[in-house]
């Protein structure tokens, strides 16, 4: 039956691309926010070049989860978040730019009608909040977001999923949690962008999704049979925090959507933020009567960039730095405290990035400033004097909290019905780096 659906999906995606131009017409009018290209070649450069680096995390991504999980597992782990980059860039160009960033229907979606297989995504056209690129960069741009996203789930359910199971989960993900975030939060008819919800590069979108769905997935698939392994290669994930870390510039920096002061403001809090949580983890896990570890410092300057993520555009250097050390002491506490024993977050996907994403976003509400960035308006963040921004960055987190955490459960069902996520115990017994893939180490 499977050999079939891949058959029909495969011949089906061929042909609409072929006849495409009897039911895909290049759209003569501008739509309500897209605009006439008023290209900057510096602006285009440097996002060419940030859309590289963002799609370097993913393969970075993979480095960094491989090298933590068991030598038996390591190929199918790292081989997730390769796959991301396959299956989310098609389904991207197909539907999902279109979901995202189509026409508003009431705030929550986007209609795809509009974008159906890049349909006005156009080189001679730009979108609204990035006037001097083409269109179709900033849609390019915008993919390696949801590209990442799913990816980033994976560590949560580690050394137990079914391969085929975690696609069919990756692809409703991306239509029915990521795009509907995707839209509110970055879209300028959606309603937390309404709100005056503050996300420079994905706070809520990518990290507090990715996140919450994690803590869904390691409670509806159970616990590992063995849920202590030693790290495969730790020379991995040192590996895999240099990628991230070198492709967070493009994230970050690169949401400017330019190559302006204000990319240069978000390289510098991005950098400071890593810096300053690789340090605070480190010095806690020493406080605490831990040895100074490798691991511990990749984990830390993970947490800060989840971090400084929502807010690298809207906070001081200063600030970022505490952003940096408040997120990490938080997460370490809660790696430490979480209940291991009754749900098995393989690798703390929900205590790094859910939790530092939610601190992200609650800080972007205390330390935004005008100063930085215009965009920040007369609401400034708490330390200001201000409350307005920080309650409305709260009540934004605890919608997306909500919706992503019951929405992934509800896939996760979904899937289940239609072909087992988890594996057999013998086949989790053997790894899934051969049962899954016939390959290993």
């Known amino acids: 039956m499977r050999k079939i659906i891949l058959s029909v999906i495969l011949i089906t995606i061929l042909l609409l691309s072929i006849f495409s ?15 006439e290209l008023k290209l900057d070649t510096g602006d285009t450069a440097w996002m060419v070049v940030a859309t590289a680096f963002v799609l370097l995390m993913t393969p970075g991504l993979g480095f960094f989860y491989g090298g ?5 597992n390591v190929i199918s782990t790292m081989l997730q978040s390769f796959m991301a980059m ?13 979901l995202c960033f189509g026409p508003s229907i009431g705030g929550f979606i986007g209609n795809p009608s509009s974008n159906i297989f890049f349909q006005g995504v156009s080189a001679n056209t730009a979108w609204e909040l990035a006037p001097t690129i083409p269109m179709i960069l900033f849609a390019l741009f915008q993919a390696k977001f949801a590209i990442i996203t799913p990816a980033l789930i994976t560590g949560a359910f580690a050394e137990r999923v079914r391969f085929w199971a975690y696609l069919l989960f990756m692809v409703l993900f991306i239509i029915f949690i990521y795009a509907p975030l995707c839209h509110m939060t970055w879209h300028p008819d959606g309603l937390f962008f309404g709100w005056g919800v503050l996300d420079f590069a994905g706070g809520t979108v990518v990290h507090m999704s990715a996140g919450w769905a994690a803590l869904a ?12 392994v030693n790290p495969a290669r730790i020379t991995y994930v040192l590996l895999g925090t240099g990628l991230l870390w070198f492709g967070w510039f493009g994230f970050n920096a690169g949401s ?40 511990g410092a990749c984990i830390g300057a993970v947490v800060g960039l989840v971090a400084i993520t929502p807010a690298a555009g809207f906070v001081s250097i200063p600030h970022a730095l505490a ?9 370490n506490l809660v790696v430490s405290k979480f209940p291991k024993g009754k749900i098995d977050d393989a690798l703390d996907v929900f205590a790094c990035h859910g939790v530092g994403g939610m601190v992200g976003m609650l800080l972007t509400g205390v330390f935004a400033s005008n100063t930085v960035n215009s965009v920040v308006g007369d609401n400034q963040g708490l330390i200001f004097g201000d409350a307005t921004l920080f309650l409305t960055q709260l009540k934004a987190l605890v919608l997306v909290s909500v919706f992503a955490f019951v929405g992934s459960y509800i896939l996760f069902f979904v899937v289940n019905k239609i072909t ?4 057999t115990e013998e086949k989790e017994e053997l790894g899934l780096d051969i049962s899954q893939h016939g390959e290993y180490l």
């Open 68 to 72: 933590m999980v068991g030598k038996k």
């Open 256 to 295: 400017a959507v330019g190559a302006g002061s204000l990319a240069a403001q978000a390289l510098g809090t991005t950098t400071i933020a890593a810096a300053s949580a690789a340090m605070a983890w480190v010095f806690l896990d020493k406080i605490l009567g831990h040895k100074l570890s490798a691991m």
């Open 86 to 98: 396959v299956i989310v860039t098609v389904l991207w160009i197909v539907i999902g730019f279109g």
């Open 217 to 228: 997935g390691a409670i509806f698939l159970g616990k590992r049979k063995v849920q202590k």
């Open 21 to 35: 131009i009897s039911f895909v017409t290049e759209s003569k009018t501008l739509g309500a926010h897209v605009v």
């Open 420 to 423: 087992p996520l988890r594996v």
């Open 323 to 331: 952003i940096g050390i408040i997120a990490a002491v938080i997460s």
